[in-house]
């Protein structure tokens, strides 16, 4: 087995190369509702420098895109080791930041800025390698694929399936950097976000009990979803590799009516499923839109032909489960010389698409911890990043 990636020698350190790339990244306001492409112009530039070309896969507006780039010997169509991440990052607006987060701000021990853990600091590792990779002496090709829109429903990634569907027996694995404290992780939970919407007709409250209320309704279905939860808690199906070994439904926001002397013409629920590998999160969803435009509905239109319901899935993240047995798990935590058994989370990454849909062998890993991901003030930790950099820099090849 090779050593690690060679680089070409330099005048500067590689660390500190990663730093000030990690401030341009972080500098791109590159919130989910925004366009990439000036972050990607600012990565394919980088790549360049070295040799490194990158091919974008677009969004249909053709103002986001996927960016795919392999550096190394690929006679064959070949990949290699695959580095993945997401380039997006949650809003700021509410949040109390203390300093501008749009501007990385260095303290003796940690990187401050909106997405340093999430997940910009793993993509500055990566660039500040991949700009001084040594083409020659590189034995085994290195991909770097970055997507758009992880944070709204894994749009970007779920657009690149089929591509990265047609590189099998052409790659090694993949690792998605993901903030996992650089930590190797095998399993996460799925995660869907679904919309349910009543409808009636606003009338005089005086005439209430002959109306069908919208957010009665509602209520209704969101005690279905109670119920459902105390079903998962007690009865499952579970899963004890999680610290909450259960699927479980959450209702995030409900929105309807004017006064309280109006018959409300609508309500609006959303909810987010979250569940274990072995419970199919669409099949939970599902249940809850059966009653809802099932019995609720039926219920609703004794009382008024016009009352409506419409149920809509906002977004999906498949679950995520490799075997850690599996022989690239073994692989990665070997390279990262990791004494701890894999971990299963919570939290939702691409993983689940790029394993499960797209075959690739695939483990989570980054620096930065998740419970610093998406609030005020995020930041990443100066030794996990350099743990980072070290790991990636270590990979064997060959």
């Not at 330099?10 to 366009?35: C, E, K, Q």
């Not at 070949?78 to 991440?85: H, K, Y």
């Not at 034995?139 to 944070?151: F, I, N």
């Not at 007709?201 to 005439?207: N, W």
Request: glycine letters at 10%; aromatic letters at 6%; charged letters at 20%.
């Amino acid at each position: 087995m090779a050593s690690g990636i060679p680089l070409r020698p330099s005048d500067g350190g590689l660390y500190p190369r990663m730093l000030d790339i990690l401030g341009r990244l972080v500098a791109l306001d590159t919130t989910s509702h925004r366009s990439n492409t000036e972050l990607l112009d600012y990565v394919q530039e980088l790549l360049a420098a070295n040799g490194i070309t990158g091919t974008l896969h677009w969004n249909e507006e053709h103002t986001k895109a996927n960016l795919v780039a392999t550096v190394g010997p690929s006679p064959d169509g070949e990949r290699g080791i695959v580095w993945s991440a997401h380039t997006d990052v949650v809003p700021v607006e509410g949040q109390a930041w203390d300093t501008d987060p749009f501007a990385l701000l260095l303290t003796d021990t940690a990187a401050v800025g909106r997405g340093t853990a999430d997940m910009k600091g793993f993509i500055a590792c990566c660039l500040a390698i991949l700009t001084r990779v040594d083409h020659e002496r590189l034995t085994t090709p290195v991909t770097l694929v970055l997507t758009y829109e992880e944070e709204v429903g894994c749009v970007g990634a779920r657009r690149l399936v089929d591509e990265l569907s047609s590189w099998e027996g052409k790659v090694q694995g993949c690792i998605v950097g993901e903030p996992t404290g650089m930590k190797v992780v095998v399993g996460h939970k799925g995660k869907q976000n679904h919309r349910i919407s009543f409808r009636s007709e606003p009338k005089h409250a005086a005439l209430a009990p002959l109306l069908p209320n919208p957010i009665t309704a509602a209520a209704a279905v969101i005690g279905h979803a109670a119920s459902l939860n105390e079903t998962f808690r007690t009865e499952g199906p579970h899963d004890d590799r999680f610290d909450i070994g259960h699927s479980w439904i959450n209702v995030g926001r409900i929105e309807g009516g004017v006064k309280p002397n109006i018959v409300p013409e609508n309500c609006v629920v959303e909810f987010e499923v979250r569940n274990i590998p072995d419970h199919a999160c669409g099949a939970i969803a599902e249940e809850l839109a059966r009653r809802a435009t099932g019995e609720v509905l039926a219920d609703m239109r004794t009382k008024s032909d016009s009352a409506g319901v419409l149920a809509e899935q906002l977004s999906d993240t498949p679950s995520f489960a490799i075997d850690p047995d599996h022989e690239f798990v073994g692989w990665v935590r070997d390279a990262l010389g990791a004494k701890e058994d894999p971990e299963f989370v919570p939290f939702g990454t691409e993983a689940g698409l790029i394993w499960g849909h797209a075959g690739i062998p695939t483990v989570v890993c980054g620096p930065g911890a998740i419970t610093e991901a998406h609030t005020a003030n995020e930041f990443v930790t100066l030794a996990q990043l350099e743990q980072c950099l070290h790991f990636l820099r270590s990979l064997p090849l060959g």
